[in-house]
Structures are given as structure tokens and as C-alpha cells.
């Protein structure tokens, strides 16, 4: 065993220290794939995909070499370690593995057009974060065109800092907007319950209840009101689960506007300009911008 100080590069994560907290990058590992794509001379993207893609409807010719294809998204999706910006977009780019088409391809491209404007970006986990878990959740009504499932999207963070994301497609079809943001708040509820444990493991006690911050007045009333209706007794093991750790104040729904939704960047496309707005909310940072 030996001491080698401060952790500086870590499985392609580049950690850098200073009095505002620790930045988590993988500009090295960025670069790699940029240059591997031949894509280090292109002009970067503004957004990582587009915000009316139709990439499940795809119909264009299968790629002669699909190989190449899972290549390269099994290389972004080790990117998103300290990147949530790319999560909505690697969600769906992996769902193509078994038979990528060209749009798929041309698609994943752009996101390494992306990265090419973005290779330092990454988390800044701040020094002052007070010891307090907040989690968002969003969903996406129908999501998918082909199968109408739903996606779910979460994001937690310590104080102000990212400590956690996802983006998931519902394991079944959501019968109404409600029913699928309240699978949501359930997929973040067991979410915000281990790293409450994993902190007390760390020998923190947080004994506050966590914050769940839902865009949905609907899912939030279901979660407070003990009476089940006809049309919410097919999620009824959800209701029961989030109901019982809101009652024993392991976590407190808390309504939020959509605009405001961190959780929105994890569920669909958004414009540049909304996509923006929501990287410095996110905690997002480049801490070496492009010359």
C-alpha cells in the first residue's frame, strides 16, 4: 500500500481540487472518442440530439457494419459518470444495438459533435453543499411511439451538487400523465432511500426527510391522500410504498413548476436555449472552456 495523495485520474475521471469543491471530468477520455470518430477538425453542436427526432420510427438502410455503431455508444455511455447532459440522449441511442440504421448512426454522431464543443465539461461537487438530499422526478407520457411506454427521469443531488441520474423507460404502459409521474416519484423514492443508508454507511445521519420535487399536483396528491380511487388501484404498490416513507418523514413531496423541473433535461429533447438554461442548474461546469 502506498500513499499517492490526492486523487487526481481515476478510470478516465480527471478529479481537480480547489477551495469551491471537487470538478469531475473526462476530457481525456472525451477527446479519445472525438479523435477515434475523426470528428476532432468538425464544427461542434449546440445539443446533443434533436429536439423532433424520430429515431424509433427510423426506416432508412440497416449500417453494413453495426459493430462500429455499439463501439461507440458503449464509449458514451461511460461518459455519463459526470455527464447528465448526454443521459436522454445515450437512453436512446442505446436502445438501437441489435440493428442500428443510418439515422441512428448520423444521430450518434452529433452527440460526438457535442462533445467536441464540450470536452471539458463535468460536476463540480461544491465544498459549501449543506447535508441535504433533493430528488427530482419527471416523466414523459408515451415516450416511446412504439411500445407507448413512458420514460422516467430522476435527479438527485446534495445540496447543490449531482450526486445521481437516470433515465429509464417504464417497465408498463401508464394509463395517464398521473400514473406515470407517480411511478416516477416511486423510481426516485428507492433512489434517495440507499443513499440515505449509503451515507449513515459513511457515517452521516441524515434525519431530515428528503425532498422530492414533483411536477405534478395529481401524483402528489395520490401520494398524501390515504383513500384509493378506482382509476390509481393498478399502481396501488407504488402508493403504498411512497405513502409509508412519506409517513415515516423519510422523504416530503414538494410541487414544482415545469419550467423548473431539473428532471425535464432527463426526459425529452429540449431547444438549445431551454438545454442551456438547465446545464448551469444542473450543476454542469466547464472548467476548460474551448479557445
Request: some cysteine; glycine content about 4%.
Given at each position: 500500500m502506498k500513499d499517492l495523495g490526492f486523487l487526481k485520474y481515476f478510470l478516465g475521471i480527471e478529479v481537480a481540487r480547489s477551495p469551491a469543491g471537487i470538478y469531475l471530468s473526462q476530457q481525456k477520455y472525451s477527446t479519445e472518442i472525438v479523435a477515434e470518430a475523426g470528428l476532432l477538425g468538425c464544427q461542434p453542436a449546440g445539443s446533443p440530439i434533436?429536439?423532433?427526432?424520430?429515431?424509433?420510427?427510423?426506416?432508412?438502410?440497416?449500417?453494413?457494419?453495426?459493430?462500429?455503431?455499439?463501439?461507440l455508444v458503449g464509449r458514451l455511455i461511460y461518459l455519463l459518470a459526470t455527464r447528465p447532459d448526454l443521459t436522454y440522449a445515450i437512453h436512446v441511442l442505446s436502445q438501437f444495438m441489435t440493428t442500428p440504421r443510418e439515422e441512428h448512426w448520423l444521430a450518434a454522431l452529433k452527440v460526438v459533435r457535442y462533445l467536441k464543443g464540450t470536452l471539458g465539461q463535468g460536476i463540480l461537487l461544491r465544498s459549501d453543499s449543506p447535508l441535504h438530499i433533493t430528488g427530482w422526478c419527471d416523466s414523459d407520457l408515451s415516450g416511446c411511439p412504439l411500445s407507448r411506454r413512458s420514460l422516467t427521469?430522476?435527479?438527485?443531488?446534495?445540496?447543490?451538487?449531482?450526486?445521481?441520474?437516470?433515465?429509464?423507460?417504464?417497465?408498463?404502459?401508464?394509463?395517464?400523465?398521473?400514473?406515470?409521474?407517480?411511478?416516477?416519484?416511486?423510481?426516485?423514492?428507492?433512489?434517495?432511500?440507499?443513499?440515505?443508508?449509503?451515507?449513515?454507511?459513511?457515517?452521516?445521519?441524515?434525519?431530515?426527510?428528503?425532498?422530492?420535487?414533483?411536477d405534478s399536483k395529481p401524483a402528489i396528491h395520490i401520494s398524501s391522500n390515504p383513500v384509493f380511487h378506482e382509476r390509481t388501484k393498478h399502481i396501488e404498490r407504488d402508493c403504498h410504498f411512497v405513502r409509508d416513507e412519506i409517513i415515516k418523514g423519510v422523504v416530503k413531496p414538494q410541487h414544482v413548476s415545469t419550467t423548473a423541473q431539473l428532471a425535464d433535461i432527463l426526459t425529452k429533447a429540449l431547444g438549445r436555449k431551454e438545454f442551456d438554461a438547465f446545464l448551469l442548474k444542473l450543476g454542469i461546469r466547464n472548467l476548460y472552456p474551448p479557445t
Open positions: 434533436d429536439q423532433n427526432h424520430r429515431l424509433s420510427l427510423a426506416t432508412g438502410p440497416e449500417l453494413a457494419d453495426p459493430q462500429t455503431y455499439r463501439r427521469g430522476w435527479f438527485v443531488q446534495l445540496g447543490s451538487s449531482p450526486i445521481s441520474w437516470k433515465t429509464k423507460k417504464q417497465d408498463v404502459v401508464s394509463m395517464s400523465s398521473a400514473e406515470a409521474e407517480y411511478r416516477a416519484m416511486n423510481e426516485v423514492t428507492k433512489e434517495l432511500k440507499w443513499l440515505k443508508e449509503l451515507l449513515q454507511d459513511l457515517g452521516f445521519d441524515h434525519r431530515e426527510p428528503m425532498t422530492i420535487q414533483c
